[in-house]
């Protein structure tokens, strides 16, 4: 695991470099030629071509970066592996991951036409898809591959991880195809309002990708020093190894999977938030922005006392780790931050304060690298996990502050953080009286702990309901954004 984690940061590079901004700008261009306020069921004649001019500048755009970051990261996997890495090892699967950056890029811009015209349902079938293949393939591999060596196994999810990303174009691009066709009235309408409209990607997409090389950079390089910092601090190449892979491929990948609901949900925030701004539309805004910020507030709280209570069972019946299980509940309180600014990032993005978000994560970084470099030789994994806290409380406030200002939204405290605390302490708490205890208590099974687990959620909405955290504006507002047309 961990000597696959080596090969993320640069990964993530290229990744950044081949999208360069797309999906965003796709999103702001088809959302700006969409009917304000309504929901698309039929495109007239108008708005469907103009649509289809900004998906044409997204292919030709995606190619160029796509195709760009292909050759680099093929040609020079060697010099990468062997000295950026210091693990030669690492070179066959990065150049096979190569191979997989053309369909990321083409995939972002169909996901962002679906998240402008509200039917996001079809992102998350091919997100779906695209995981079960990948599992699937993956799985097959390194069963078939991995008494061969390391090596032989990093490359195994290489390969599942690139079948995965083609598979998902060509399914993206077949229900993109289709979703046109299905959405296409046919009448005509007043073609001079698009005629001379700017309907080109790069003005968006280019500035904002030039943000996200810096700061991607400053991630690759962060990814570099932790293990580096690792040794330094004493341990072993291959202890410092598996605390870096624990870390990034067993826990993080935990925290921020109840995050996949958030993640498609915040991404139709852009084109709504997209459209009142376009309209000057504040008190929309100001009503979008209360209630979303207060729904990942309630969402995340109730996730960060689920890990927070189980964080050993989950360590040991996901990973058979314990120490997996520490660092889950030691990070389990930064997730309502981590999701927090995920939602924010996205409505600044809305609101076309993008450049800001990048600076800000820029500045992050660059944090975040100094702070790598003093404290890991001297603290180790736990200076590791200072930063973390560190960097995301700074950004993560610096970005609520930015969006506040904006919108003129006033948080209540009550509301916004008292119930929920409530809400997941009584649950939690509850559920450990009842099924810790007695007959219960030896009762320890991953049938019976997914049991527990749906007892607390329970417990948390009904509660939830109960002492007002959650009303029907809430529920309303969440059934809106996620109708599907």
Known sequence: M????????????CITLATSGINLAVVRRVSSVLPYDERITKLDKARYNAVSKIMKNSLFYCLIFSVISTVFLFFCATPIGRYALGDSRTIPSLKIMALSLVPISISSAINGYFFAVRRVYKNVVSKFLEQGVKIGITTMLVVMFSPNGLEYSCASLAIGLTIS??????????????DRKMHRSGEK?????????????FSIAFPVAISAYARSGLGTLEHLLIPWGLKKSGSSSVVALASYGILHGMVFPLLFFPSAVLGSFSSLLIPELSASFEKKDTKRISYITTMVMY?????????AGVLICFSRKIGVLFYNSEEAG?????????????????????????????????????????ISVFLIIFLLPNMGIKG??????????????????????????????????????????????????IFD????????????????????IIMYILISLIIGAITNKELHLFKRLTKIN
């Open 165 to 178: 990303e083609i598979f998902s174009l060509v399914f993206n691009v077949i229900i993109y195809l289709v």
């Open 2 to 13: 961990g000597l696959f984690t080596l090969t993320t940061g640069i990964y993530s590079f």
């Open 295 to 303: 729904l990942t507030l309630i969402f995340a709280l109730g996730i």
């Open 384 to 433: 590791y996990i200072t930063v973390i806290f560190i960097t995301e409380l700074f950004n993560t406030s610096l970005s609520i502050s930015k969006l506040l200002s904006i919108t003129g939204v006033k948080p209540s405290f009550i509301k916004w953080l008292v119930k929920p605390l409530i809400a997941i302490s009584v649950s939690t708490l509850v559920t450990k009286w």
């Open 326 to 366: 520490t660092f889950i509940g030691l990070l389990a309180p930064l997730v309502p931050i981590m999701y927090l600014d995920g939602v924010v990032d996205s409505m600044l993005k809305g609101l076309g304060e993008q450049l800001y978000s990048m600076r800000v994560n820029i500045v992050d970084s660059l």
């Open 437 to 456: 205890s007695g007959f219960y208590g030896s009762l320890f099974s991953r049938g019976f702990f997914v049991f527990e687990l749906a007892f607390t």
């Open 189 to 201: 309408c007043n073609t001079e309002e698009y005629s001379n409209k700017n309907l080109g990607v």
